[in-house]
């Protein structure tokens, strides 16, 4: 299993400015995940951070918006730039352990309201 | 793209009764997933299905993964408050395409 501290939990921000999510992993894990999960709406990857390289986006996400940085094996930041209230969401970490059968472990969440 | 349809969105029933929720989908994975999310709180894996046709007990919570392997059901026996939460499923491909999809749940309330 892997217990993952996220912070903050929640805040409320403005308009035009940026806010960073802190993941740390209680183990060492090659990939880390960012997930977004708006009213309503699935919970959507965001982009896969691998320690020593830059990160992978998914459709419709790019590093300008969502920069990711992966210092080390236990630790990630996603940042929400230049805000506005369309980014107003729970953005979730997580991380995979095991194989074959593999599990998914997630942070307790950040939401995020923008005004 | 793989898409996994949840039904029903919304469900609030009374503490002892029954449901089952369902997760389809037209596309085939590999293995299925089932996460229970409280307010405030990431989702919690439940259960993994993998072989078409199975079935797995988790207390009160049933699982079946579909015989062709593109839909799921969750069957809660005597509901109970504790209960309450989004359930999610999620889908893994095969292959290359490892990654999951998610459907948007279901919120179920149980009342006391």
């Known amino acids: 299993s892997a217990v993952i501290s996220q912070k903050p939990s929640r805040d409320i921000c403005q308009r035009g400015t940026s806010l960073t999510i802190q993941c740390q992993v209680d183990?060492?894990?090659?990939?880390m995940f960012w997930y977004r999960q708006q009213p309503g709406q699935s919970l959507t990857l965001i982009a896969t951070a691998n320690q020593g390289s830059e990160a992978t986006y998914e459709s419709g996400f790019v590093i300008d918006k969502f920069p990711i940085s992966r210092p080390n094996l236990t630790f990630s930041t996603l940042t929400v730039s230049n805000m506005s209230p369309e980014d107003s969401s729970i953005y979730l970490c997580s991380v995979e352990v095991g194989t074959g059968g593999r599990k998914l472990f997630f942070g307790s969440g950040t939401q995020l309201s923008v005004l | 793209t793989q898409l996994l349809e949840q039904s029903p969105q919304f469900l609030s029933i009374q503490e002892g009764e029954n449901l089952t929720v369902y997760c389809n989908s037209s596309?085939?994975?590999?293995?299925l997933q089932w996460y229970r999310q409280e307010p405030g709180e990431g989702p919690v894996l439940l259960v993994t299905?993998?072989?078409?046709?199975e079935v797995k007990k988790l207390k009160r919570l049933t699982f079946q993964f579909g015989d062709a392997r593109k839909d799921s059901s969750l069957h809660i026996t005597a509901a109970q408050p504790g209960d309450t939460g989004l359930y999610l499923c999620?889908?893994?491909?095969?292959?290359?395409?490892?990654?999951?999809?998610f459907g948007k749940g279901t919120l179920l309330t149980v009342n006391p």
């Open positions: 183990s060492q894990v090659t990939m």
């Open positions: 999620a889908g893994r491909g095969g292959g290359s395409n490892y990654k999951l999809t």
């Open positions: 299905v993998v072989t078409g046709g």
């Open positions: 596309s085939v994975f590999s293995s």
